[in-house]
């Protein structure tokens, strides 16, 4: 039984309340302000809907991190999914909120409008379907996600081989968030005291993964999950640690997160998948944190079967959007030139502002004109 | 599979370890982990830790 459904509001208020008072009395200990970083889309839209940022002690603040799976796919894979809309003889399947992100010149949603087709699927596996029914066609999957979302990715693969589909295939940038965890913890710019750790990647990953951080960086992390006091638990744990120097890998989050993860998923997606150098919008190329189809796979990978050629991509270009730096927690949606003027979510540039998941589009929906945006 | 009331096919390639009558995690449209329905004692062993209490729960869940 889910929290919320337990407790009546009233009592998830008061525990809410000695939550944030021993999370104030453990950081008051430490004699400076805490930074702790979310790292998962759906913890920064529960933490903005609840308004948990206004809620915390003044020495204890939050940011988001790269956690948004929309939001960190760069330019470039935009381009390519919208050249291959563009031809006769593909359809693309996609999840929704991939149609509004901006490519380079234009987004999958113009190029819908322009008479491309591009069907929004609830599952990866509705893919098979679209095939089944348009032989003649060639069916691209747009997968782009982190590790919760790759297995079903190569399921997809798996079933379409075992289907004997000929025309299914994968655009694939999928990401992983280890890789991306090493690399904020070692930008100067950025200063953490503790991650929020994703509690989807981890129902997968299990908790393991998130080891390093406690034995190359003495960083504490926490799993947990994404009801408002859920992340005030593991802000609690977080703080505690830090208060104790101590740095740990604890998991708030066990009625779903085992230490050993999903060991079918992981199977699956390291059956079909291998880790390869990946692109991060904003952010650039960071070692072995992206999946790229391993060669027993090739024949369903649409870049492999069906190369884009060079000169069809358009050149990149600048558009002035901070996305790279709010993704690193560097910045606050604020401080981009564009946010709320040129930038907002009918007309988003960049895509922060574009998913629901994105921190400008969390800020700007939560944020703008009624609260004093956070501790900042 | 039903889903606040409403049903819907998932597909069970990655968890096929769990039964009928399971509660589970769904992921783009497949069962991802079979829920234990313990989130309600975990809480209130850690209210109870804050008061003073020992930890029971375990640090990397069960």
Same mark, same amino acid.
């Given at each position: 039984?889910?929290?919320?459904?337990?407790?009546?509001?009233?009592?998830?208020?008061?525990?809410?309340?000695?939550?944030?008072?021993?999370?104030? #009395?453990?950081?008051?200990?430490?004699?400076?302000?805490?930074?702790?970083?979310?790292?998962?889309?759906?913890?920064? %839209?529960?933490?903005?809907?609840?308004?948990?940022?206004?809620?915390?002690?003044?020495?204890?603040?939050?940011?988001?991190?790269?956690?948004?799976?929309?939001? %960190?796919?760069?330019?470039?894979?935009?381009?390519?999914?919208?050249?291959?809309?563009?031809?006769?003889?593909?359809?693309?399947?996609?999840?929704?909120?991939?149609?509004?992100?901006? =490519?380079?010149?234009?987004?999958?949603?113009?190029?819908?409008?322009?008479?491309?087709?591009?069907?929004?699927?609830?599952?990866?596996?509705?893919?098979?379907?679209?095939?089944?029914?348009?032989?003649?066609?060639?069916?691209?999957?747009?997968?782009?996600?982190?590790?919760?979302?790759?297995?079903?990715?190569?399921?997809?693969?798996?079933?379409?081989?075992?289907?004997?589909?000929?025309?299914?295939?994968?655009?694939?940038?999928?990401?992983?968030?280890?890789?991306?965890? #090493?690399?904020?913890?070692?930008?100067?710019?950025?200063?953490?005291? =503790?991650?929020?750790?994703?509690?989807?990647?981890?129902?997968?990953?299990?908790?393991?993964?998130?080891?390093?951080?406690?034995?190359?960086?003495?960083?504490?992390?926490?799993?947990?999950?994404?009801?408002?006091?859920?992340?005030?638990?593991?802000?609690? #744990?977080?703080?505690?640690?830090?208060?104790?120097?101590?740095?740990?890998?604890?998991?708030?989050?066990?009625?779903?997160?085992?230490?050993? =993860?999903?060991?079918?998923?992981?199977?699956?997606?390291?059956?079909?998948?291998?880790?390869?150098?990946?692109?991060?919008?904003?952010?650039?190329?960071?070692?072995?944190?992206?999946?790229?189809?391993?060669?027993?796979?090739? @024949?369903?990978?649409?870049?492999?079967?069906?190369?884009?050629?060079?000169?069809?991509?358009?050149?990149?270009?600048?558009?002035?959007? #901070?996305?790279?730096?709010?993704?690193? =927690?560097?910045?606050?949606?604020?401080?981009?030139?564009?946010?709320?003027?040129?930038?907002?979510?009918?007309? @988003?540039?960049?895509?922060?502002?574009?998913?629901?998941?994105?921190?400008?589009?969390?800020?700007?929906?939560?944020?703008?004109?009624?609260?004093?945006?956070?501790?900042? | 599979?039903?889903?606040?009331?409403?049903?819907?096919?998932?597909?069970?390639?990655?968890?096929?370890? !769990?039964?009928?009558?399971?509660?589970?995690?769904?992921? !783009?449209?497949? !069962?991802?982990?079979?829920?234990?329905?313990?989130?309600?004692?975990?809480?209130? !062993?850690?209210?109870?830790?804050?008061?003073?209490?020992?930890?029971?729960?375990?640090?990397?869940?069960?």
């Amino acid at each position: 039984m889910s929290l919320a459904a337990e407790l009546s509001r009233a009592q998830q208020r008061q525990v809410a309340g000695e939550l944030v008072a021993e999370i104030g #009395r453990l950081a008051e200990k430490c004699g400076r302000r805490l930074r702790f970083m979310e790292v998962c889309g759906t913890h920064t %839209v529960s933490i903005f809907r609840a308004g948990i940022r206004q809620m915390l002690p003044e020495n204890v603040e939050l940011v988001s991190g790269p956690g948004c799976p929309v939001c %960190v796919t760069p330019d470039e894979y935009m381009d390519k999914a919208i050249a291959y809309a563009r031809r006769e003889d593909v359809i693309i399947t996609t999840f929704g909120d991939m149609l509004k992100v901006p =490519g380079t010149e234009s987004s999958l949603s113009e190029a819908k409008a322009a008479g491309a087709d591009i069907r929004i699927v609830y599952s990866p596996l509705d893919s098979l379907q679209v095939a089944k029914e348009n032989p003649d066609k060639k069916v691209i999957f747009l997968a782009v996600g982190f590790e919760t979302t790759a297995p079903t990715a190569a399921a997809t693969v798996l079933a379409a081989e075992q289907a004997g589909l000929q025309n299914l295939y994968m655009l694939s940038a999928q990401k992983l968030v280890p890789p991306a965890l #090493r690399l904020l913890i070692d930008d100067p710019e950025v200063l953490v005291d =503790g991650f929020i750790l994703p509690g989807h990647v981890s129902v997968v990953t299990g908790t393991e993964v998130f080891r390093f951080l406690e034995t190359e960086y003495h960083i504490p992390g926490v799993v947990t999950g994404f009801e408002p006091l859920q992340i005030l638990r593991s802000l609690y #744990r977080l703080t505690k640690q830090v208060a104790e120097g101590e740095a740990k890998i604890e998991n708030e989050y066990g009625s779903v997160v085992k230490p050993q =993860g999903n060991p079918t998923s992981l199977a699956v997606t390291s059956k079909v998948y291998e880790p390869v150098a990946a692109k991060w919008r904003g952010i650039g190329e960071i070692p072995a944190s992206g999946l790229k189809m391993r060669e027993a796979y090739k @024949a369903y990978d649409i870049e492999e079967v069906l190369p884009l050629p060079a000169g069809q991509l358009p050149a990149t270009k600048k558009t002035g959007c #901070r996305c790279g730096e709010v993704l690193k =927690g560097i910045v606050t949606p604020h401080d981009c030139p564009l946010f709320g003027k040129a930038c907002v979510p009918t007309h @988003a540039i960049g895509p922060c502002m574009v998913s629901v998941e994105g921190v400008c589009a969390a800020w700007y929906k939560y944020g703008k004109g009624i609260f004093s945006y956070g501790n900042q | 599979m039903e889903l606040s009331g409403v049903t819907r096919e998932v597909s069970m390639m990655l968890l096929p370890e !769990a039964k009928v009558g399971d509660h589970v995690l769904v992921h !783009a449209g497949f !069962a991802m982990q079979i829920v234990d329905e313990k989130e309600f004692e975990e809480m209130n !062993a850690l209210l109870a830790e804050m008061h003073g209490a020992p930890r029971t729960v375990n640090e990397l869940g069960s």
